[in-house]
């Protein structure tokens, strides 16, 4: 709003004479009243050289002496005028506006961050993903370690954890593992018996499921659950309790965190996972059994026979073979997530999610891993 040639409010009054205007302050300037004098300041503009009188002025603290050379930097700014006179201020009241404006004038605006280019962005993402991989690497090193000393010490292995951690993490899984693999057992025979009916080749629909579940479809299904249950369940456990400092009290009495929370947990997803993959090679072979007679005509003692015949008992032993060694990452990543997360709620739900992709990533690469070297034992 533009102020008219004699303008007035509880705060201020506007003079504009034909010759210099004049701005009147009036009463006290206090942070109570702070937002009514902002608002009465809103839109004063004042030509160039106009004079700020503070005659009547009797108080105003550093807040309200802000707002005032604020709203006079923007008068400023729209009227282009040049600096402002002052007259009239008690010796107090100019030592405020004076120690005010000397610190606004020192202030330096805020220098926007600079812009990354595409290629600083890869670097930094690169550094970042390094960092993970040997904080990880780091972790499986003292893993494997705290295990050699439980070869030495037996006794250091907490029974009792262990059990606990097996019931979560292998009998408690295996109603969703039996679920899934029977109903991918199920796809796989539909999708190949839609391709095999065209040749007449129903029967070695038996052959393609029997050995593509027990020796790929299975372990790395069953592993991905186990990913998204298990390793996100150690990620938000361990996670809660350095929340709590529960961890920090562990360590203070004296204990190991590595033989407390850490191996009883590795070990369990290791025996667990082995047994829910046999779980698993079962269950997809039953749901291929059970699709496989109403919708190729083979009865389930025609696809035992065939499953005798072309699923070798090396196809199942890979599979189991690759389990151990997914439990390792997944509970390894899982762990140390939870050992490391902030100390913050919106940390540990950040690390759950993040440890569920990189436990899937990690089983992805795994699982090509062993492909490449069966293929290269030729087994």
């Known amino acids: ?12 009054s506007v003079d504009l004479p034909p010759g210099r205007a004049v701005l009147g302050l009036m009463g006290a300037w206090r942070v109570a009243q702070l937002a009514e004098i902002e608002a009465a300041l809103t839109g004063l503009v004042l030509p160039a050289g106009a004079t700020i009188d503070g005659s009547a002025l009797s108080q105003i603290d550093s807040a309200a002496a802000l707002v005032l050379l604020r709203a006079l930097q ?63 690497l780091n972790f499986l090193g003292a893993t494997v370690a705290a295990c050699g000393g439980l070869l030495v010490r037996p006794r250091q292995l907490r029974t009792r954890e262990l059990t606990v951690q097996l019931q979560q993490t292998g009998l408690n899984a295996i109603p969703v593992v039996s679920l899934v693999t029977l109903l991918i057992g199920v796809v796989i025979t539909y999708l190949l018996g839609l391709q095999a009916e065209r040749y007449g080749a129903n029967i070695f629909v038996v052959d393609g499921v029997g050995i593509g579940a027990t020796r790929e479809f299975a372990p790395v299904i069953v592993a991905i ?29 004296g204990l190991s965190a590595m033989q407390v929370l850490v191996l009883p947990r590795v070990l369990a997803l290791m025996l667990a996972l082995p047994l829910l993959v046999f779980v698993g090679d079962v269950m997809s072979l039953l749901g291929a059994m059970l699709i496989a007679g109403p919708m190729l005509g083979v009865t389930p003692a025609a696809f035992l026979a065939r499953l005798r015949e072309a699923l070798d008992i090396s196809h199942v032993l890979v599979g189991l073979v690759k389990a151990p060694v997914f439990a390792l990452a997944i509970a390894v990543i899982g762990t140390r997530m939870g050992m490391t997360v902030g100390r913050d709620t919106g940390a540990v739900g950040a690390a759950t999610t993040s440890t569920v992709v990189q436990s899937i990533v990690a089983v992805i690469l795994l699982d090509a891993g062993f492909a490449v070297l069966m293929q290269a034992l030729e087994w």
């Open 225 to 253: 659950i186990v990913a998204g249950r298990s390793g996100a369940a150690f990620t938000a456990q361990l996670g809660s309790m350095r929340l709590t400092e529960e961890i920090d009290a562990i360590r203070t009495l």
């Open 1 to 12: 709003m533009e102020m008219s040639e004699t303008a007035a409010s509880p705060w201020f």
């Open 74 to 136: 923007h008068s400023a700014m729209a009227t282009d005028a040049e600096e402002f006179v002052w007259t009239g201020f008690s010796e107090i009241n100019a030592r405020v506006l004076d120690q005010v404006r000397r610190h606004l004038a020192s202030a330096t605006p805020p220098v926007a961050p600079p812009r990354r280019s595409a290629l600083a962005d890869v670097g930094r993402q690169t550094a970042v993903l390094s960092g993970l991989l040997h904080g990880h």
